[in-house]
Nanobody, 115 residues
Framework: QVQLMESGGGLVQPGGSLRLSCVVP????????WAWYRQAPGKQRELVAV???????NYTDAVKGRFTISRDNTKNTVYLQMYSLKPEDTGVYYC?????????WGKGTLVTVSA
């Protein structure tokens, strides 16, 4: 079983910053494209950012210029650095493989952006 372990969420004010981490134990990490998803209250889960095996990245328009996804293959970890956070960024953030095979979802990490 692959266990996805997200961390780093919390309560921040609008304009604040936060860095999320996702640790993926095991040897499969380097062979997969990884992504961050989020689910806002009352909304469908959406794809936020993607990073390929080679390091190429893609972002949803809502976060372009504010979020940066990265990966460290020596630590089996994918990161999401978030700047200039907005209230609409609030939600539970999840990591997972992308796009064809989805592992069992982890618990996610809650990001709340509010004054």
């Amino acid at each position: 079983q692959v266990q996805l372990m997200e961390s780093g969420g919390g309560l921040v004010q609008p304009g604040g910053s936060l860095r999320l981490s996702c640790v993926v134990p095991g040897s499969i990490f380097i062979f997969r494209t990884w992504a961050w998803y989020r689910q806002a209250p009352g909304k469908q889960r959406e794809l936020v950012a993607v990073i390929s095996k080679s390091g190429s990245t893609n972002y949803t328009d809502a976060v372009k210029g504010r979020f940066t996804i990265s990966r460290d293959n020596t630590k089996n970890t994918v990161y999401l650095q978030m700047y200039s956070l907005k209230p609409e960024d609030t939600g539970v953030y999840y990591c997972n493989s992308h796009p064809g095979y989805i592992y069992e979802w982890g618990k996610g990490t809650l990001v709340t952006v509010s004054a």
